[in-house]
Nanobody, 112 residues
Framework: QVQLVESGGGLVQPGGSLRLSCAAS????????MEWYRQAPGEERGLVAR???????TYGDSVKGRFTIYRDSSKNTVYLQMNSLKPEDTAVYYC??????WGQGTQVIVSS
């Protein structure tokens, strides 16, 4: 069955960086649409970034220019490089295959 396992979350100071990883199994990874969503307390889950077959990427307005999504098909892993982090980036980050299968989430806290 499909399994998505996120890692890389943690506590970081404003302006810092983190890289999230999502290891996938049970899917044809190189052809899959992979996405990162996030959900802050009291808010709805929203799209952070998407990468589709061919490597085309899409980003939420609030993270454009700061976050980068990329994939390594040799490792069946999708990454989210997050730079210039802000307190408002604090959330649980989820990996998903186009909204069908979801990981368990990884917590990111941006605070001084």
């Amino acid at each position: 069955q499909v399994q998505l396992v996120e890692s890389g979350g943690g506590l970081v100071q404003p302006g810092g960086s983190l890289r999230l990883s999502c290891a996938a199994s049970g899917i044809f990874f190189s052809r899959a649409t992979m996405e990162w969503y996030r959900q802050a307390p009291g808010e709805e889950r929203g799209l952070v970034a998407r990468i589709i077959r061919g490597g085309f990427t899409t980003y939420g307005d609030s993270v454009k220019g700061r976050f980068t999504i990329y994939r390594d098909s040799s490792k069946n892993t999708v990454y989210l490089q997050m730079n210039s982090l802000k307190p408002e980036d604090t959330a649980v980050y989820y990996c998903t295959t186009g909204g069908v299968h979801w990981g368990q989430g990884t917590q990111v806290i941006v605070s001084s």
